[in-house]
């Protein structure tokens, strides 16, 4: 158990005494955790964890029912552990402050919209809603994908859009590969989605590939025209 640890072995107690910086990822998620199995002790159960998912970067994306494969973590531990990832994600990536949102940059989108996306193992498209004044008014994912590619339909796409009251879009996805090239496909689709915002007096203002922790503007390399 780990109380029977000396105090200098005991998550918690290492924590006031040096600060988290001296704990391992296995010793601060057995802090949320706060006991093990039969079997092993809370330190040992996260460290289990950790291996099985291969890594707190793939650790932070499983949702609970997935957690509780691990023995020991049942489902109060779980949906703990998922709603502390997901506050992590919402810090990083400056949501949940209360104030309007804009992104005035490239830079802004992929901080945001990073940390949701960057440790995907399937592709996700989504599109931001702007309004005149291009403060963010929402976001909606349009499609779930493979590992390499999702289906959009433009359609779906100018349909939220104007759903949204829309003036300007922009177009996000992340590439699992980590690869920040845009592909063939890439390119065609934010034409037909450039054609069909044409139509509609709706801006696609870019669109940003995530990949790993760098991004892709097309708007920026000269892909938009």
């Known amino acids: ?7 200098d072995e005991q998550p918690r107690e ?3 005494r040096f600060g988290t910086e001296s704990l391992t990822d296995a010793e601060l998620l057995a802090i949320l955790v706060r006991t093990g199995s039969r079997k092993m002790n809370v330190i040992d159960t996260c460290r ?10 793939k650790l932070v994306r499983k949702n609970w029912r997935e957690l509780r494969i691990i023995e020991g973590i049942a489902d109060v531990k779980a949906i703990t552990l998922e709603a502390a990832f997901e506050l992590s994600r919402r810090l990083q990536s400056g949501s949940g402050n209360g104030k ?13 919209f990073g940390p ?6 399937t592709e996700q498209f989504l599109v931001v809603f702007m309004n005149a004044a291009k403060a963010v008014t929402g976001h909606q994912i ?3 994908g493979g590992k390499t590619a999702t289906v959009v339909d433009p359609a779906e796409v100018m349909r939220q859009a104007i ?8 177009i996000v996805h992340n590439h699992p590969s980590a690869n920040r090239r845009a592909s063939r496909a890439d390119i065609a689709i934010t034409k037909k989605l450039m054609e069909a915002g044409d139509m509609l007096d709706i801006k696609v203002d870019d669109h940003i590939i995530i990949a790993g922790y760098d991004y892709l503007s097309m ?3 000269g892909l938009m025209g």
């Open 1 to 7: 158990m780990v109380r029977d640890l000396s105090e």
């Open 14 to 16: 290492r924590l006031m």
């Open 48 to 57: 289990t964890m950790l291996q099985h998912f291969g890594g707190l970067h």
């Open 100 to 112: 309007p949102l804009f992104f005035k940059t490239p830079d802004d989108v992929s901080s945001y």
């Open 116 to 121: 949701r996306l960057r440790d995907l193992q």
């Open 142 to 144: 349009i499609s779930k």
């Open 163 to 170: 759903m949204n009251e829309a003036n300007s879009i922009i």
């Open 219 to 221: 708007r920026s390399e």
